[in-house]
């Protein structure tokens, strides 16, 4: 009956063990080897590019600045205005709101298309407007809505806002604080919203070729969802479960002896 019952709780004990395999992250062939050299290229990967697209209700900052006089310089604007909690470089920017048709207005320009375009595309064309009608003009675009969500077996569930529109899904977890010991990383859902299309994908970043994944970089309104390994529960709950078990069987044999 001993013997029974020190098998069982190897069993249990064991069972609940997370190897290096389901915790290290990007592994490869020669994860774990020994006496692997050092300060060597092992691999190189060619990253496609990537460049975010602007899309509907995407919160961009447009500022112009010229030689023109202030007084005929009508596309000017002081985005130095607070709004929400939205801080880039330092400073609180107000911006406008990429309307259902991928548009935003200027003052005599009338509305510009922006939707579909990256914001190096954007700032080159509203360069070219710009030259029009003003003397030296500088065009910046900046995105100010670029935020994620991580839940989940992270360290710190958050809503982040992300200060460039180029962040992996690696750095982006990082800012959540990483990701727990009991996390499944081959497994992580990714939401995202794109082309007016809601697209689920399930993504595994302890391989080392997720850098080759298209889902490699993160989007504006990414949601990432970190699920747990099935050890969590019985590594989460088992040393109070355990505690009690004990105390009611001592409580039980206790009483046993006491009646006897």
């Keep these: 009956m001993r013997l029974l019952a020190i098998l069982v709780l190897s069993v249990l004990v064991f069972g609940s063990c997370v190897t290096n395999k389901?915790?290290?992250?990007?592994?490869?062939?020669?994860?774990?080897?020994?006496?692997?050299?050092?300060?060597s290229v092992f691999?190189?990967?060619?990253?496609?590019?990537?460049?975010?697209?602007?899309?509907?209700?995407?919160?961009?900052s447009v500022?112009?600045?010229?030689?023109?006089?202030?007084?005929?310089?009508?596309?000017?604007?002081?985005?130095?205005?607070?709004?929400?909690?939205?801080i880039i470089g330092g400073s609180l920017l107000i911006?406008?709101?990429?309307?259902?048709?991928?548009?935003?207005?200027?003052?005599?320009?009338?509305k510009v298309k922006v939707g579909g375009k990256t914001v190096f595309e954007t700032q080159d064309y509203l360069q070219e407007i710009a030259n029009k009608y003003l003397e030296s003009p500088?065009?910046?675009?900046?995105?100010?809505?670029?935020?994620?969500?991580?839940?989940?077996e992270v360290n710190k569930e958050s809503v982040i806002?992300?200060?460039?529109?180029?962040?992996?899904?690696?750095?982006?977890?990082?800012q959540a604080g990483g990701l727990t010991d009991l996390s499944d990383k081959t497994s992580i859902k990714l939401i995202r919203q794109t082309g007016g299309k809601t697209e689920v994908v399930y993504l595994n970043i302890l391989d080392e070729d997720f850098i080759k994944s298209?889902?490699?970089?993160?989007?504006?309104?990414?949601?990432?969802?970190?699920?747990?390994?099935?050890?969590?529960?019985?590594?989460?709950y088992f040393g109070q479960n355990l505690s009690l078990f004990i105390s009611s069987l001592s409580l039980l044999l206790l009483v046993i002896n006491y009646t006897k």
């Design 22 to 39: 389901k915790y290290q992250l990007m592994q490869k062939n020669d994860v774990n080897k020994q006496n692997m050299p050092t300060d």
């Design 43 to 60: 691999r190189k990967y060619s990253i496609e590019p990537f460049d975010y697209k602007i899309q509907t209700n995407d919160i961009l």
């Design 63 to 86: 500022r112009f600045e010229s030689l023109t006089p202030k007084e005929y310089d009508f596309l000017s604007t002081n985005t130095s205005q607070p709004i929400g909690n939205g």
């Design 95 to 110: 911006g406008d709101i990429v309307d259902e048709n991928g548009e935003i207005p200027f003052p005599v320009v009338g």
């Design 138 to 152: 500088i065009v910046k675009v900046r995105l100010l809505n670029y935020r994620i969500t991580i839940l989940g």
């Design 161 to 174: 806002v992300l200060n460039n529109n180029r962040v992996t899904m690696l750095e982006a977890i990082g």
């Design 214 to 236: 298209p889902y490699y970089y993160v989007y504006q309104n990414d949601v990432l969802i970190v699920p747990a390994l099935k050890q969590r529960p019985f590594r989460k």
